[in-house]
Nanobody
Framework: QVQLVESGGGSVQAGGSLRLSCAAS????????MGWFRQAPGKEREFVASITMTSGFTYYADSVKGRFTISRDAAKNTVYLQMNLKPEDTAVYYCARQRSYGITFDLWGQGTQVTVSS
């Protein structure tokens, strides 16, 4: 069974850093693009960043540009999110897979909590 497992969340002070990982498992896993999303308490889930697995093309939400970096290790089916954090980044972070161009993200991880104190 294909699944995504996030890790690397935790609690840090403002100005600190965390690196999230998202590992895909399953013999038949494939992805066109991988993304990171987040959901803060009482708010809608929002897009954070994405990366195309073949080309490495990246795209970021304006709120994280210059502070977050998404990367991938295609051989390991793993994506990363390096974050330099502010308190407003506090949320549960999810990774997700877009199987093919033009379709929605169809596979989601269970999420990992990131808490940033001021």
């Amino acid at each position: 069974q294909v699944q995504l497992v996030e890790s690397g969340g935790g609690s840090v002070q403002a100005g600190g850093s965390l690196r999230l990982s998202c590992a895909a498992s399953g013999r038949t896993f494939s992805a066109y693009r991988m993304g990171w999303f987040r959901q803060a308490p009482g708010k809608e889930r929002e897009f954070v960043a994405s990366i195309t697995m073949t080309s490495g093309f990246t795209y970021y939400a304006d709120s994280v540009k210059g502070r977050f970096t998404i990367s991938r290790d295609a051989a390991k089916n793993t994506v990363y999110l390096q974050m330099n954090l502010k308190p407003e980044d506090t949320a549960v972070y999810y990774c997700a897979r877009q199987r093919s161009y033009g379709i929605t993200f169809d596979l989601w991880g269970q999420g990992t909590q990131v808490t940033v104190s001021s």
